[in-house]
């Protein structure tokens, strides 16, 4: 692996290079973050869907099944 320069100084040691390149990285981390958008709108939907949806209390004002006088 090459150095890096130690940009005119002597007796200090070079840098190690990154681990991925800013050119690879920078492009990995925005696909990271979309991905992570997505994947958290698509465990969203699953959950409204699978909740069956809005229920109706028993005994409750909109309950169709109570009568007008009850209370």
Known sequence: MYDLPTNGHTGTPARKPPLLPPHVAWPLFVVLLLAI????????????????????????????NRHEGAR
Not at 55 to 60: D, H, K, L, R, W
């Open 37 to 64: 958008s997505v994947g958290a709108a698509a465990v969203t939907v699953v959950a409204a869907y699978s909740d069956g949806g809005a229920q109706i209390v028993e005994g409750s004002p909109y309950d169709p």
